[in-house]
């Protein structure tokens, strides 16, 4: 049936109508909320160039973790910055490290938050590069051995979930091992598996403080140009014991999302990067966009695009903004 028979526009008269059909729906349950642990007391630093983003000491995380269960964020993933880095990163498997003392705060003053660690050793190398160096290339098999002591340890400190971001090969079956070993077989693996070389990270690295200090992060991070070989990635990633795929960035890769939606069966993951939220705050403070409105069109084109779960800078705002809009 074509026109004037059928007319699609009979089923967008209403907002009833259009909430009966829609296909794709955002839910604070399917966001995580980043978060950048620093070192001291009563501290809340704000990231120039993420608006709206503050780094916290861990004596304010019962404050924040309590600002994100009001909207209904009950996931949070976490990024330490620590009092002292090394070559081999020592500060992200030491056993009262930042983010272990971080993960015992939070699971004390609020157990029923899910709190999920980023696993990378950039912030906590002097080099700022995600393993440990021979010369200046960073030594993968060497690195596996500190990313496992990474995951355990948090695991130790009562992590709900470990993320891996610093894409060395083989890293998810030895974490896996790792946490199996030690009585942690019930700790799923969140694996940054798509992880691409991207400009879009760069906010991030003023606020975990993780720029590499020479070179970059292209011999381990894939190359933007590739989509076949983010399946290969995600397969390897499988077969190793991964229990969710992530793809970073996500609007630029929402390709990449769709093709892993159909190729796997494992939930997605994409993290809306710093450069992504940066660029959407940037554009709204100048008056150029409505920036409440890009953000949930931007956020909902990720989940249409095959995403489950969404990382994300602004899963406070868009929670809040479901809860307005439930009312
Ligand atoms: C650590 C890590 C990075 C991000 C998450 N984990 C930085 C990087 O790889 O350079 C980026 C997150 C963001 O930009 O929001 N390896």
């Known amino acids: 049936m074509i026109f004037p028979e059928y007319r699609p526009r009979r089923m967008r008269r209403n907002t009833t109508l259009r909430a009966m059909i829609r296909e794709t729906r955002l839910s604070a349950s399917q966001m995580i909320y980043p978060l950048f642990i620093i070192p001291g007391k009563g501290k809340r630093e704000p990231v120039p160039s993420m608006p709206g983003v503050d780094r916290i000491s861990v004596d304010q995380l019962k404050q924040e973790a309590a600002s994100c269960m009001k909207v209904g964020i009950n996931s949070v993933i976490l990024f330490g910055l620590p009092e002292k880095k090394d070559g081999v990163g020592s500060g992200a498997y030491a056993n009262n490290g930042i983010i272990q003392q971080a993960i015992k705060e939070l699971k004390n003053t609020t157990p029923k938050m899910n709190v999920i660690t980023d696993v990378c050793l950039c912030e906590y190398t002097d080099h700022g590069h995600c393993g440990c160096l021979v010369g200046h290339e960073v030594d993968n098999d060497a690195t596996l051995e500190l990313l496992a002591k990474t995951a355990l340890s948090h695991a130790r400190a009562g992590a709900d979930m470990v993320a891996p971001s610093d894409m060395m090969d083989g890293r998810i079956s030895e974490i896996r091992s790792a946490l199996d070993e030690n009585g942690f077989h019930m700790v799923p693996i969140m694996s940054y598996a798509v992880k691409y070389a991207s400009a879009f990270y760069g906010p991030f690295r003023d606020a975990a403080d993780c720029a590499p200090r020479f070179g970059d992060r292209r011999?381990?991070?894939?190359?933007?140009?590739?989509?076949?070989?983010a399946l290969r990635e995600a397969t390897l990633d499988v077969e190793e014991g991964a229990d969710i795929l992530?793809?970073?960035?996500?609007?630029?890769?929402?390709?990449?999302?769709?093709?892993?939606?159909?190729?796997?069966?494992?939930?997605?993951?994409?993290?809306?990067?710093?450069?992504?939220?940066?660029?959407?705050?940037?554009?709204?403070?100048?008056?150029?966009?409505?920036?409440?409105?890009?953000?949930?069109?931007?956020?909902?084109?990720?989940?249409?695009?095959?995403?489950?779960?969404?990382l994300t800078y602004f899963a406070k705002d868009m929670a809040q903004l479901l809860c307005e809009q439930e009312e």
């Open 219 to 229: 011999s381990y991070q894939m190359d933007p140009a590739n989509s076949r070989e």
């Open 246 to 310: 992530m793809v970073k960035p996500a609007v630029a890769y929402l390709d990449i999302i769709s093709r892993l939606r159909d190729e796997f069966d494992l939930p997605i993951a994409a993290y809306h990067v710093s450069g992504e939220y940066a660029m959407i705050k940037a554009a709204a403070e100048k008056g150029w966009i409505d920036g409440e409105r890009v953000m949930a069109e931007t956020l909902l084109s990720i989940r249409r695009a095959g995403a489950d779960i969404i």
